[in-house]
């Protein structure tokens, strides 16, 4: 369905900001000012979206910021999540995205999870016609990018 990933994103934003967490965190938002429009199944964008915040929270010291990124260039919409924590070593910076794959088996075992949800995050964008990666410095933090193809803009459209 037709979607303004602006207001989309805001409203996922806002969700998460309301919620507490173990630690002192803040978001940031650099969102456009206006409407940008993409082509997605929004349940499996929020999922995407949800689980690219969660990690950023999971592993964001006390007093970190999240900082919500969107910009277009060109034909892609590109979105980055970054947070300021312990980021990942650059030799397993590209395995994240694999199935069950995590970082320190210990340290993610107590914070929870499956490995997963950035599986799943790659094939759902790449069935957006999107891409997702990440970078990453260790102690400094780590930010998540994806990209989405815009849709043009038929004259007349709202
Ligand atoms: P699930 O999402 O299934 O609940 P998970 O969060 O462990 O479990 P993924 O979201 O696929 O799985 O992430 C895979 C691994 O990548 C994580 O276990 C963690 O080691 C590492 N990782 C992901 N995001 C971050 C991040 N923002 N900072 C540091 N490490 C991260
Ligand atoms: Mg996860």
């Not at 260039?73 to 994240?96: A, E, F, W, Y």
Request: glycine content about 8%.
């Amino acid at each position: 369905e037709r979607v303004d990933f602006t207001d989309f994103f805001h409203s996922i934003i806002d969700r998460f900001e309301m919620n507490k967490y173990e630690q002192d965190l803040s978001f940031e938002r650099q969102l456009p000012d206006k409407p940008h429009w993409v082509w997605i199944d929004k349940d499996k964008m929020t999922q995407v979206l949800y689980n690219v915040l969660s990690n950023a929270i999971k592993y964001s010291p006390d007093g970190g910021t999240i900082t919500c990124k969107v910009d277009v260039k060109g034909k892609m919409l590109n979105v980055t999540v970054t947070d300021q924590g312990v980021g990942i070593p650059s030799d397993q910076v590209d395995r994240i995205f694999d199935r069950f794959y995590r970082v320190d088996k210990a340290r993610s075992r107590k914070l929870g999870g499956t490995g997963l949800g950035l599986a799943i995050a790659r094939e759902m964008i790449e069935a957006h016609d999107g891409k997702i990666w990440a970078n990453s410095k260790e102690g400094q933090g780590t930010s998540i990018t994806i990209t989405l193809p815009v849709m043009h803009q038929k004259r007349g459209d709202a």
